[in-house]
């Protein structure tokens, strides 16, 4: 004889249960409000790229970023052209900063946790295996088929930008849970970059980059807190990396990774303490520059390193970069090549659906296997809203495109491809984030969640529950 669960009363459809919802930390909001801001000089730079290449004097935009510039010292030298300084070295900071947000997410961030990083980790691996694929069908045996790489990668100035414009109607967990999505993307991309896109490779270059990796890590270990040091390696890295035919881009990512990041312990800020006082009691020079000493050694590298990079980065460097490497010249035949090129659908398509159906798949897996979670009142609509709109693959899109292609025309149905597939994600992802985001239910259910109590589904109903 079977004996009935007493349950509590279910509450009414009206009911709310209402608990107050962490907070993003400083950093985290930092970093996204900086993204934020730099969406529009990004989106600025972009349409200011396009007119000047469909100007009259239309080839003023090659002829311009072709210009040859060069840095010797005695007998060695460094010479690029315009373009090739921002892809190659300003870009490098980009990928530095990049390096430093995971370290630091990694290190105390909100990536500590298997339970946290576990959504948008396989929301990340399935929008850069199912765009890749998608692509790849598309185009296997043809001439654009190296170009696989291009819409693997989310573009985290524009997705933070178009979020801001949500305002309290995107919850705070859904933007940090797309930039969790999209720093881990951001790790596939640079490992794709380095293992994939790269040609001739010196093997002493690369070894002399490895004994500066070597260094850079000793430093870390040996917890030196000044900047200097590693900023020197890292110039140095740069330089070894470059020779060594690998993208010089991926030393900033080494560096930004092996900065400290840690918190700081309580001998830093007792000796602060000390110092601020021994300055109060009788201000001197020499009592100044320690107590700034100490106060710099209070706050981890990672965190001042990217207080003064990340600004740089968001509204000179990807700006730059855009008006580089968005200028398209559209004329008839571009268009008309550009409406039936495989090259063109392949990345709208992989951009637009292979993101969608990669991101949604892989964060379901995580959350009905219990392997992740996604607290603070984002809904399935969120999700499926924010993987659409993590098809706006603009940066590191056209960083790969200038990799991939040598032919300056596949270069130009590729860019097509890309501003185009980034416009859609970005329209239909804000119409489905406004109009399906609150008209699904929640993703997890539990503590730290605002639940409006939805009548259940009925094989999930616990008033079915019993006990034989």
């Not at 700034?292 to 990672?302: D, G, I, L, T, W």
Request: a neutral charge; one cysteine or more; proline letters at 7%.
């Amino acid at each position: 004889m079977s004996t009935p669960v007493t349950l509590p009363p279910r509450p009414g459809p009206t009911t709310r249960v209402v608990v107050p919802l962490p907070r993003l930390s400083p950093g985290v909001r930092r970093f996204l409000q900086t993204e934020a801001g730099s969406a529009m000089l990004l989106l600025v730079a972009t349409v200011a790229a396009l007119i000047w290449a469909n100007l009259p004097q239309w080839h003023s935009y090659i002829s311009f970023w072709s210009t040859p510039i060069s840095i010797e010292v005695g007998n060695h030298g460094l010479s690029l052209d315009l373009q090739h300084w921002i892809n190659d070295a300003a870009m490098a900071i980009f990928f530095l900063v990049v390096g430093l947000e995971i370290s630091r997410e990694v290190t105390v961030g909100d990536l500590r946790t298997v339970k946290s990083v576990a959504a948008p980790a396989l929301g990340a691996i399935g929008g850069l295996a199912v765009p890749a694929l998608l692509y790849l069908l598309i185009n296997h045996g043809g001439p654009g088929a190296h170009g696989w790489g291009i819409p693997m990668s989310t573009d985290t100035a524009f997705l933070v930008g178009i979020l801001a414009l949500f305002g309290p109607r995107c919850p705070d967990r859904l933007r940090l849970f797309l930039l969790t999505l999209a720093i881990v993307d951001d790790i596939g991309a640079i490992a794709v970059l380095g293992i994939f896109y790269t040609k001739d490779v010196s093997m002493v270059a690369l070894l002399i980059s490895a004994l500066l990796v070597g260094v850079l890590a000793l430093l870390r270990w040996l917890g030196v807190w000044r900047l200097t040091p590693y900023v020197g390696v890292g110039i140095l890295l740069w330089l070894a990396v470059y020779a060594s035919g690998v993208h010089p881009t991926l030393a900033g990512v080494l560096v930004g990774l092996l900065v400290p990041a840690k918190t700081v312990d309580s001998v830093e800020r007792e000796r602060l303490r000390y110092f601020g006082q021994a300055l109060i009691e009788r201000a001197s020079p020499g009592r100044a520059r320690l107590a700034v000493s100490a106060a710099r050694a209070a706050v981890p590298a990672n965190d001042r390193l990217q207080e003064a990079l990340h600004p740089v980065s968001a509204f000179i460097v990807v700006p730059l970069f855009g008006l580089a490497n968005a200028g398209v010249h559209l004329n008839a035949d571009v268009l008309q090549d550009a409406l039936t090129s495989r090259v063109t659908i392949g990345i709208i398509l992989a951009l637009l659906v292979g993101n969608t159906v990669g991101i949604t798949l892989g964060a379901t897996i995580a959350l009905q296997t219990g392997l992740g979670r996604l607290p603070g009142g984002v809904r399935y609509g969120h999700v499926i809203g924010g993987a659409v709109l993590a098809g706006i693959g603009f940066t590191i899109s056209l960083f790969v495109t200038d990799l991939a292609f040598d032919s300056p025309h596949l270069r130009d149905l590729a860019k097509i491809g890309v501003l185009t597939g980034s416009l859609l994600a970005a329209v239909l992802g804000s119409f489905l984030l406004r109009y399906l985001g609150e008209r699904l239910p929640m993703c997890t259910l539990d503590d730290e969640t605002v639940i409006p109590m939805l009548p259940p589904l009925p094989w999930r109903d616990p008033a079915a529950v019993g006990v034989a």
